[in-house]
């Protein structure tokens, strides 16, 4: 009887589960007006030229990396000369080279010892003593390899359109200057994906 009333039980409550309205997804936030006017001038850019970046010595190599993975997107006109140029990439990048030292302290002690009684020591027992002590200490020296780039689009009118910072300690198969540098292209490609579904 238990377990046919039960059975009645969860028959219900499945039967006012199903027939609740399904949860309606909700609608993705509408982009603001300054969105919009950045979006707007994106999707204008035909040609890019990539000012030099600041930065340390890597800047320089940053550049180029920057150059080839803008060109593979095919989003623009890479192109060297600035006056032909629709918008400009600016910013700044940095590819460190540094070693991380960490350094463990391991010690382990131990005590034993018996006491005695008044009547072991008047017996003449001898008492029971042990000590152990262990000390080590490890110095791990690991080399580290990290590049950044903070970058802007800019347009004739010095209005900033587009932006992003990216950072990398490399890939499988791509050290982490070409990592950041391809970061960068692919999150240029998703803004201006994004721009045209949003406008068009």
Do not use: C
Request: no cysteine; glycine share 6%; charged share 30%.
């Amino acid at each position: 009887m238990m377990r046919i009333l039960l059975a009645m039980l969860l028959s219900a409550a499945f039967s006012v589960a199903d027939d609740r309205p399904a949860a309606r997804p909700e609608p993705a936030p509408r982009p603001s007006d300054h969105e919009v006017e950045a979006y707007t001038h994106l999707l204008t850019v035909r040609r890019v030229y990539v000012d030099r970046l600041t930065g340390g010595e890597t800047a320089a190599q940053m550049r180029d990396l920057l150059i080839a993975s803008l060109q593979a997107t095919k989003l623009f006109v890479i192109t060297e000369n600035a006056d032909r140029a629709d918008a400009f990439l600016r910013g700044a990048a940095e590819d460190l080279v540094y070693t991380e030292r960490h350094e463990t302290d391991e010690r382990l002690d131990a005590r034993v010892g018996v006491g005695r009684t008044a009547t072991a020591r008047r017996d003449g027992l001898p008492g029971v003593q042990a000590g152990a002590g262990a000390f080590e200490r490890s110095r791990i020296e690991d080399r580290r390899h990290e590049a950044f780039a903070t970058v802007r689009l800019v347009n004739k009118d010095g209005d900033v359109i587009w932006s992003t910072t990216q950072e990398s300690k490399g890939a499988k198969y791509r050290g982490s200057s070409a990592d950041v540098a391809e970061k960068v292209a692919r999150k240029l490609r998703e803004d201006v994906q994004r721009a045209k579904q949003l406008l068009q």
